[in-house]
């Protein structure tokens, strides 16, 4: 079963974190949707966070957690918010269960195949050795060769736990990404179509989703809107939550 951090007692509200995050990421923003009247599941998809890891990785498996989370937690009727491989994976969800959500919310990404690009990230993550029991500071350093955005390296050092005294490991399962990295940039099925309210947000600085992917998104979500943060990139959730939540917050409403 997929960890889950639940906040408030409400309505079912679903929130799912993109390649290489956690629930974590959402925390400050849940408290608030709980606050609000929401019951807010901030979830670990499977190989991320604190949910169990295994050797098979993909959209179809991760909707299928999903799926099973909502079953044994009694949820009906839900809203979901998805950021990058968490909103391709609502968007599955949505496409496959249309009778479970109501309002699904999807964060700078879109249903189209995107090209593998996270090359030097996993490279980066790949060249520590935790066997030297490296500190976090030796294990930033060696990361910060690779990845030179202060922000990016930080989202991904979150991951870095104590798996016992003096032993640092990542939370995520990176032997198994290595191996499916191809997964995440896999498109929505060609006749997957989801007729409820939905809404993409994009951030302005973030090549995620182009004008030029505005047909492709109506067609396989026709009751949809498209929404622009500027200034942000594709952390727009981060980058600015305050305009974030006021986005989604009257979208749910």
């Known amino acids: 079963m997929l960890y889950s951090k639940i906040e408030g007692s409400g309505k079912p509200l679903l929130i799912l974190h993109g390649f290489l995050g956690m629930s974590d990421n959402w925390k400050s923003l849940g408290v608030q949707f709980a606050s609000d009247g929401f019951q807010v599941h901030l979830l670990d998809l499977r190989n991320h966070g604190r949910s169990f890891h295994s050797d098979e990785f993909s959209y179809g498996l991760m909707v299928q957690d999903v799926y099973d989370y909502c079953k044994t937690n009694n949820l009906e009727k839900i809203n979901i918010i998805g950021h990058s491989m968490g909103g391709k994976t609502a968007m599955l969800f949505a496409v496959t269960y249309p009778e479970m959500i109501e309002k699904l919310i999807v964060a700078d990404i879109g249903p189209k195949f995107y090209p593998q690009h996270h090359q030097t990230?996993?490279?980066?993550?790949?060249?520590?050795?935790?066997?030297?029991?490296?500190?976090?500071?030796?294990?930033?350093?060696?990361?910060?060769?690779?990845?030179?955005?202060?922000?990016?390296?930080?989202?991904?050092?979150?991951?870095?736990?104590?798996?016992?005294?003096?032993?640092?490991?990542?939370?995520?399962?990176?032997?198994?990404?290595?191996?499916?990295?191809?997964?995440?940039?896999?498109?929505?099925?060609?006749?997957a179509i989801y007729n409820k309210p939905t809404l993409f947000i994009r951030g302005g600085n973030s090549n995620y989703i182009l004008d030029t992917d505005f047909v492709n998104i109506k067609k396989h979500f026709p009751n949809s809107k498209i929404e622009t943060i500027s200034n942000t990139g594709h952390w727009l959730h981060a980058e600015n939550p305050e305009v974030f939540y006021k986005m989604t917050r009257s979208f749910l409403e």
């Open 121 to 191: 990230i996993l490279e980066g993550l790949n060249a520590v050795d935790f066997s030297k029991k490296p500190s976090r500071n030796e294990v930033e350093e060696i990361v910060s060769h690779y990845i030179t955005d202060f922000g990016t390296r930080q989202f991904l050092l979150k991951s870095l736990y104590w798996q016992e005294p003096g032993q640092l490991a990542f939370r995520f399962n990176l032997a198994v990404f290595n191996k499916k990295i191809e997964e995440i940039g896999k498109s929505l099925p060609e006749n």
